[in-house]
């Protein structure tokens, strides 16, 4: 293991040289990347200084905190093996309980599973600042994944309350990567896009430049596949487009940018470097200057030829040549889904599943993480089971308290005891896992194996040098018979696959509706098709999009404006939104409603990371900003002065749990987002999902919050309010239920169905219950009284 | 007289309105069932727990009647109902996993649990107290009786007592007369090839004539020892022309009273073919005696008389279980008498007249007293032919397919004999933990979510079901404590007969036996070997919970699991040391006002216990400087004698008792009205059979009781080990014959 910190500082001291550092918090892009460009002589390369901020890179977007005994945090580096000068480094600030155990508590640095850095944790030392290096050596082409992981062990014993009790918190504005990323001269290559990290800016966001506003149909629509297009590309990791109407300075500026439109309208924009359409064009164009990225054109002669050819970019099935450009082919050849959605009662073996090692469990176990897509329509109140049946092995001389957990969707459900001191070659050990942790689209199951800790060291886990469990491929998943019922509304289901805008099934009857032309709407309307064709692993090419509702009734999301959203519209979206408001209930126009949403300092809105003490977040916020930064200033000072300034969510992270601790006080911004589905007043059993904030830009930028994982995870109900500035949440549900597409006509399925709804009311089934116990009763004391004699 | 021993159809028929009740009974519970089948989540089980639990209060506070009892009982048993639809559709573990064979088992085994659990429910849902119907004044219009007292190998002393009983029964005057059936004196027996079981059954003929003569009974034996019992009692039949027949054991002594409190139905429903009533014994069995929980706990029969039999009763299904009981000789002949397919021929009778329409009720009023067995092996003996029979009756006469009996009569019928599975059950509890705590097994597939929503609820509901139904009956885990002590040994004689249904044969019960000192029982065995087993695998399991810090949740249960087994195993070492008494007969408790008469004045005094030959009194506080005197009469009143009696006594010990002089005395009786007088003495009187049983039914804590049998059992244990030390340094084990006659059955 290299263990390499190069530099430490632990102290609770404000300095004069920290306060200054507190000040280049402040800022209002979301992130940069800058720096200083130098060519590399005769490498026919330039560096370029890159600083990203960990929590723009966190796995899942959401807190940078380790929590419990063995917690632990994962980052996607936006680095490549052969592609970065130097070492890359890792500057963090972190803070621990004041329970935590100093001597038998430490936080282990892995880079793709090395480790690379052992640090201690020590509450009663203060804030520990460290940076770290990561060898260059330890990167991967791709998919390099930074992990910290904090051994913890409370002061009060080892059991699970003591052990809920442990964190590790980040700051997340000090806590940063920096490294010389190759800028490459080679000529662009559309091949490139293969894996657009590269081409995306560091935080995913994806400017889409076009002459002027987007105002007809066919250029929203292609910007949305373009979107998807790159989207579909990159995993599961969040993009957000952004419609720009290009200028000579939109061109310029880090990372890729699309440029959209007509031969005409590209034409304008690139003026002389502006490439030859002769029909659906592709093609990568070098940057104004070195140190902006590339231009990818999407054109054609006309609309039709640019929807051709954003379709055909959105289709990640298609072969992008090493090339510099394309003409986008007649036949594309069909998108490969990421997943076949499972069909209920079968089994399947792992080996036929999507299955990966994802990081590192108890510091050094791998750990399995299997996929499950479940139909989108699917209802699973019941306590029935999905059966795993494992066949595993571990190795001898683990402790007698190591396990192997499972836990499905990042729940914990059960484990497996490994504490056969001759270790184990298990065969058919048979875990059922209850149907209604399981939500309809992707679903997770991940074992992490644990090893347990013996006498010598506590309740702290003993790492181990190799793999000692390992899960066997034709290790068996059995999905039990399923209802299949469209229920709706269900924001969870929404999230969870996109139901059911993205279903097969009702995709051709869908579309996407933005209120307005104006570039914000629009960027929203393209960040979310781009996070829908996610959910749905192809391009939604079925699904309309525009900005006037199609003639006939479809399942529609309407994003926009509150002021650009019909107020009937609103009032449909049920009484429960217009709580959400600070003025009367919605019932004429929306300029009669006042603010949209939810965070004003006087409001008792909803969002439960208002009601958190002001006081303590504030006090805590005020801890974090006077730490100090201990690293030495060096030629990447620069940048990291940049980016601190340049970003404004301070207060990133809020929700009900986590604001005390983290002092954040979620009420200091008053932006904030919304989203509600309900019934078509217009089209019975058709839904709406209305996307609104306050104005256009509070909708975009919220629009983006929106498909982070730390809010896009927790919608629930049929209404979701959350701010961007927090990320905090609130669901709820109001909107009576109403079904889409037909109810179960075989036996079976009414069966399940029905046992579904039962689930969900427990009283009305207990109620069913007595009564049928009655009629019985009735009928004994009947019997009874015949045999009176 | 003619409604009587009318031999006309039974007029049931077919009643559109009861088969249409039946039928929609039938289909819901079936639909209901179903639908307790379903999987609807965890929270409406909680839920349903809780408003059971909240059925239960009510229940044993406010002691409802009616439709409410009904309904409350129904969601209790729902409860049951849910968790074992449950159990059969998720927690068995997958066929090819190590666990599943003895997961099966352990399934099986709560199947049958839980099926006489409800269908016990079902029995006792509602449990009928019959009011007393009198004779008519005008004993012209009585019917006549036949009091018919089968022996084969019973005492001459013994029968003499019950025969003397019997001729003392009030009834009409010419038409009750007393037989005894003696199927030791048989022509076959007498002609015995074996010269001295010949002479032995030529002088058992000659006593007991004389003693029939003697007492005023006939005297009835037949050619061939054909049938057993039921074979005894048709040849009888066919020598007797009695409108009734009161059937009694050769040790069951009647009450005065036991025809006026039954004769009177049979003329009010000329249907009906049986008036049974309890089984009241005076001495303890094995169990009772060997612990000592004669006078503390109720006795282990009364549950089935005080309860079961009321319930069957409701539907029409009690049943004739063999002495005790009047029956209607038109409708017992329409069936060609006593049935002799299986050993118990009693049920099967009963289940042959009902099917035919006929009706039955009971009475629950003790009115004979008899005798259990005195040993362990003859407590085993009788419990196997019980089994053995009522397997028999499951086999061969199964009561779901027979044509005839109504849809009730059949759920009753099937409880009574699907209960006598529970030797399978029983054993099966016994291994279950040990699967886990020696090999790892699972044997249960459920979260402990699950385990509560379903498991907890149901073990805690059927608990205070069973308890409310039965707490003043029966304590808590002495069914399970009779259960172990007949499995060990009735299990390979169930599966004999599932082998082959017709071998068994009729054996009669070895009753007061001869048992003067403590010995060990032979059968004994098996449960020194259990105990050990038992304590291994406590070993094991404290071994496994060091070692297996993970394990821990589910071996918690086990290890509780298995203590209930130790303490019921241990409980049952107890009993299998057999403890010696003087008296033979049982002693039969009494608070009965004496006159103490010496030569030199009478004195105030309590009869506290008495047999036909023996006594204990106790002097008031006035006595206490009483002359030790050797002879005295002892003077009170009897049931039947309206003067007072004089009995001559001879005392043999002067004591202390509760602080007051206790003289214990022999009976001398000069004439035979003084024997009669002492048989009046004590069993005249049901009164006081009801007055004694009343006084053990109290409601027992679960906890308490497991701790009263542990702390019995591990006393008795350690006497028996002291007891064998002892046997070992001096002459060797003391092995009464009697100890070993059921070993081999």
Redesign the interface.
Known sequence: MHRTVIQMTRTGIPTMHHALCSLLLAGTALVAVTGATAAQPGSGTALETRVVPLRSVVEGGGLLELRGRSGQLRFNLPAEAGKTAGDLKVRVAYDSTREVVPQRSRLWVYLNGSGVAELPLDREEGVTSAEIVLPAGLLAERDNTLTFWAQQEHRDGCDAKAAGALWTRFDPNRSYMLFDAEHSRRPASLADLSDPSGFLQVDGTLPILTAGAVERPALLRAGALAAEGLALRIGDRTLTARQVAADGAALRGSGGKIVLGTRDEVAGILGARAPAVTGPYLGMVEAPDAESGRLLVVSGRDDAELLAAAQALANPALALPDAPDMMAPARVPDPKTRAAVLEPDRAYAFSALSVTTDGRSNGTEPRTVVDLPLPGDMVASDNRKVALRLNYSYAAGLARNSVLNVLVNGRYVSMIALDDPAGGEVRGEEIRLPLNLFQPGTNIIAFEPLIGADDAVGCTARPATAATVRLHADSEIAVPDLARVARQPDLRQFGASGYPYTDPNFEPNSEILASNRDAATVGAVWTLAARLSQLAGRPLTDLDIGFKPSPRPKHAIVVGAADAIAPELLGWAGSGLASLYLGPPVRAGLHEVGPLLISQANAAAPIVANELSASNAVAGLAAFREMPVTASLDRFEKAVRHVQASWNEVAHYADTDNAARFGLDAGADNDGGVIAAFESPWAPQHTVTLIAAQNADMLERNVQALVRPAVWQRLDGDQVAWSAATLAVTARSEAEPYHIGPLPTEPEQIRLYVNSVLAENPAGWTLLSLLGIAVLAGLTCLGLKQRKY | LNSVASTAAPRRGT?P??LL??A??VV??A??TL??A???????Q???GA?ALAGLAVLHIAKPK??LR??LM??VV?VSVRYFAWRTL?TI??V??AGFLPGLLLYLAELQGVFVYVLGTFVN??PVERAPVALPENEDTWPTVDVLVPSYNEDSDLLRVTLTAASQIRYAEGKLNVYLLDDGGTVQKRNDSDARKSAAAWARHEELQVLCAELGVGYLTRERNEHAKAGNINAALRHTEGDLILILDADHVPTQDILERTAGYFLK?P?LFLVQTPHFFINPDPLERNLGTFDRLPSENEMFYSVVQKGLD???ASFFCGSAAVLRRAHLMEVGGIAGMTITEDAETALELHSRGY?SLYIDQPMVAGLQPDTFSGFITQRIRWAQGMMQILLLKNPLWKRGLSF?QRLCYLSSSSFWLFPFARLVFLLAPLFYLFFGLKVF?A?MD?FLAFAVFHVVCSLMMSNWLFGRYRAPFVSDLYELLQAVFTFGALLSVIRNPRKPEFKVTPKAEDVSEDFISQLARPFVAINAVLLVATVVGVWRWH?????REHLALVLGWNTVNIVLAVAALGVTFERGRARVFGTIPRCRPVNFVTAEGAVRATLIDTTTEEGTILLGAAALSARRVDYAVLQTQVPGREEVIALQIHVFEHGQRDGKQAISFRYLPQTDEDRADLVRLCYGDSAAWSAFQAGRQRRHTIIGTLAYLFLLGTRRSLAMIAWRRRANAGAGMSKPATATQAAGQ
């Open positions: 009643n309105r009861a009740i039946a929609a009974w819901w519970a639909a209901l639908f307790a379903q999987d609807v989540g965890l929270q409406g909680y839920l349903l408003v009616g439709a009904v309904l129904l969601i729902f998720y573990p997958p090819d996993s849902i509602m429903d249907d409701s539907w029409n009706k009730p597939v979260t699950e070692a297996f810090p993970l394990e």
